[in-house]
């Protein structure tokens, strides 16, 4: 059974780095069939794809966050992580990890975490 | 960047109706386009995947149509569980993008 787990501190102060582990089970990230993504979800609004690693280590980010945001891979724990960099408030969402298949070219999400919540406040 | 604008944002229906939700695409997506369905405090869910293919596990009463830019998700008879948010989602072009959401409420 697929599971995805967020994990990382719920509270950031601004100017400061998030930072947000996944960690995959019941699937291996190396198996080189799916596309470990970020997506958030600011609190009563839209879902934001925020950017996707493979297990090689290659990545691609949305450009409105490109220059704050960096994905990481470690095989060997079967995990993936995210820090976005110089958070403001507009940062506070919920924080989903998930996994887009090759049998969707990669451009949907078939698995989500459950989601953490990261308010981003002094 | 693609722009994807869902219409209505609510829609008030009672069970047993049918509910069709529309998604418009800023430019062509040809058919590379989801749905998912979200309920509170839920992750979304994939619906509909490549404008009219069920994803595994959907019941039938989802179905989706379109291509190019307009797009729908039709839900021929309300279950009680069907009363959620529902997103559109573009695989046509980087950034992925989704819409703004159309929430299904009970009337």
């Known amino acids: 059974q697929v599971q995805l787990q967020e994990s990382g501190p719920g509270l950031v102060k601004p100017s400061e780095t998030l930072s947000l582990t996944c960690t995959v089970s019941?699937?291996?990230?190396?198996?080189?069939?799916?596309?470990w993504t970020w997506i958030r979800q600011p609190p009563g609004k839209g879902l934001e794809w925020m950017g996707y690693?493979?297990?090689?280590?290659?990545?691609n980010y949305n450009p409105s966050l490109k220059s704050r945001v960096t994905i990481s891979v470690d095989t060997s724990k079967n995990q993936f992580s995210l820090k976005l960099r110089s958070v403001t408030t507009a940062d506070t969402a919920v924080y989903y990890c998930?996994?887009?298949?090759?049998?969707?070219?990669?451009?949907?999400?078939?698995?989500w975490g459950q989601g953490t919540l990261v308010t981003v406040s002094s | 960047e693609i722009v994807l604008t869902q219409s209505p944002v609510t829609l008030s229906l009672s069970p047993g109706e049918s509910a069709t939700l529309s998604c418009r695409a800023s430019?062509?997506?040809?058919?590379?386009l989801a749905w998912y369905q979200q309920r509170p405090g839920q992750a979304p869910r994939l619906l509909i995947y490549?404008?009219?293919n069920r994803a595994t596990g959907v019941p039938a009463r989802f179905s989706g149509s379109g291509s190019g830019t307009d797009f729908t998700l039709t839900i021929s008879s309300l279950e009680p569980e069907d009363f959620a948010v529902y997103y559109c989602?573009?695989?046509?072009?980087?950034?992925?993008?989704f819409g703004q959401g159309t929430k299904v409420e009970v009337k």
């Open positions: 998930a996994r887009a298949p090759i049998l969707y070219s990669y451009g949907y999400i078939d698995y």
């Open positions: 019941g699937v291996s990230i190396s198996g080189g069939s799916y596309y």
């Open positions: 690693i493979y297990y090689s280590g290659n990545t």
């Open positions: 490549d404008a009219s």
């Open positions: 989602q573009q695989r046509s072009d980087w950034p992925r993008t």
């Open positions: 430019q062509s997506v040809s058919s590379y």
